[in-house]
């Protein structure tokens, strides 16, 4: 059944104030974007509401599917509207809806009317009553409970009558665009799109840096980091991509520094470097896929070491408490899991030692960095003036 409009319910967005038009405008924005392919609608706010109405034919699960991936929705109630604004006419299309929409009767119910048009000529309470009684007269296995029905039939009178009693649930958090802007290291992993995608789901538009070297890392690996940030793109809106060849820079680290320490070195010129995108791209943090314990490079000390590379910037880790198992679910659920499966070579396992440090001291990887004084400058200039960039959406 196609439903001519949708009441959008959001929950945080409430909480702020004077500010909430905007975060409502933010909202009804990426609604608008993520529902042009599938029909003609209108995304408008209403008596402090945010309603879409449809003007086309439209495919349900496709229409839920895509405003699924917008930030700040809490929950989708389909509507059926009542323009002849007649008690008759209201009470006539409550019982079809009940009929239609549950197709057993077994179950409790309760009426909540609101009467906002103060020219019809029931109360909201009348209105309960009235209501209520028709519906038992309708269908007998019905029954009323007042303080946990099953079934909460909302109707509001306004101009015309909305009825609805289903919710979908939205994703939550908060609109993208509302939060300024971060940009993610992202791997072809399966950690760093989910950290991308926790983050935008606060607000916080996304771009991203990837870190590749060929020919030790595909094509291939490449794309897919730019299928994932397409993938991410579905809530977090379009992302910029910058893709960094980092071969070079990998050989003289190789070549130069204490092999247990390499992932440490690497990881240091990557942050370094993302911070350097962020400030010139005014993204106000970094977001990475760390999670606390996963690897080597991940210990609490190894990770004090490497943020001691980048700052200027908070690093926003939004996967740090989260078991393995508790990403890939997330991952599943946004869609990337499928994809960052896929094999791959990552440029920090190409070069990995077989006894990484898990314990390092921030003087002994500065001093370590030392014998790369003289080597890397140039080498990490060319890295930036040749980066290529890919929007992904
Ligand atoms: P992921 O699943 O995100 O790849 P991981 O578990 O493989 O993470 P590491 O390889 O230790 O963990 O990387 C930690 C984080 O560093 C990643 O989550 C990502 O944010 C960043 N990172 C690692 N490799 C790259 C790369 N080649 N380009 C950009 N960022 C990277
Ligand atoms: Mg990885």
Known sequence: MDYKILLIKYAE???????????????????????????????????GRIFVE????????????????????VGICPVRVVEDLTYESISKAVCEYIGEEYPDKNFTFKVNARRNNKSFPKTSMELNCDLGADLLNCYQDLKVDVHKPDVLLQVEVRNVAYIYSRTIPGPGGLPVGTNGKGMTLLSGGIDSPVAAYMIAKRGVSVEAVYFHAPPYTSERAKQKVIDLAKLVSQYAGPIKLHIVNFTDIQLAIYDNCPHDELTI?????????AQELALENDCQCIITGESIGQVSSQTSQSLYVIDRAADKLPVFRPCIGLDKQEIIDISEKIGTYETSILPYEDCCTTFVAKHPVTRPSLEAIEKSEQALVGKIEDLYKKAIENIEVVNCW
């Open 13 to 47: 967005i409430g909480t702020k104030g004077k500010n909430r038009y905007v975060f409502e405008e933010m909202m009804c924005k990426r609604m608008r974007a993520r529902l042009k392919p599938h029909g003609k609608f209108e995304v408008r706010r209403e008596y």
């Open 265 to 273: 070195i690497m990881k240091r010129i990557m942050y370094k470097m």
């Open 54 to 73: 449809a003007f086309s034919d439209y495919d349900f699960d496709d229409v839920m599917q895509a405003l699924g991936t917008v930030f700040g929705i």
